[in-house]
């Protein structure tokens, strides 16, 4: 494939997108339970973490469709600030970052996507498997604000 005149590749089917969340909690707190996949803060997720490869399935958008699964390797902790991620496997192929922002009483939560179609959903349209991973990271990052900011609250 060839470059074009736009910095990107000719044919290539990819996205990079970005989604934010607010959490009242400090980055620490954020941090500790995204990298512990048996800290129930993704509801529904069933996820394990094997030298260095997660390997994930989280509901999709509603009770009759499909899970959303994907397999990766975690590249890169930084205890605090947030990991990066390679998707492997699954509807997506590429890169994953959270990244964590303190600001005031709180952490920014950054979910950045680099990605092209995966190994899995050829059926699916192509924006059809970007939104399905984005609901499920979406879902999961609420369930964490609630969890975070209510044992907060009860401090």
């Known amino acids: 494939m060839a470059p074009s005149c736009y910095g990107g ?29 048996g800290s129930g803060w993704w509801p529904g997720a069933r996820a394990t973490v094997r030298e260095g490869r997660l390997t994930a399935s989280a509901p999709g958008f509603h009770r009759f469709a499909s899970r959303v699964r ?16 390679r998707l492997e496997r699954g509807e997506l192929r590429g890169r994953a970052e959270w990244w964590l922002e303190g600001f005031k009483n709180g952490t920014i939560v950054h979910y ?44």
Not at 9 to 28: K, N, Y
Not at 70 to 83: D, K, M, N, S, T
């Open 9 to 37: 590749i000719v044919g290539r089917m990819g996205a990079g997108t970005t989604d934010e969340l607010f959490i009242e909690a400090p980055s620490r707190a954020v941090y500790e339970a995204l990298v512990d996949p």
């Open 70 to 85: 994907f397999e990766a390797r975690v590249e890169g902790l930084r205890p605090g600030e947030g990991l990066t991620w």
């Open 112 to 155: 950045y996507l680099d990605v092209d179609p995966g190994d899995r959903g050829r059926l699916r349209r192509w924006p059809s498997r970007l939104r399905r991973h984005r609901w499920a990271v979406r879902r999961g990052m609420n369930a964490l604000k609630d969890r975070l900011e209510a044992s907060a609250a009860r401090r």
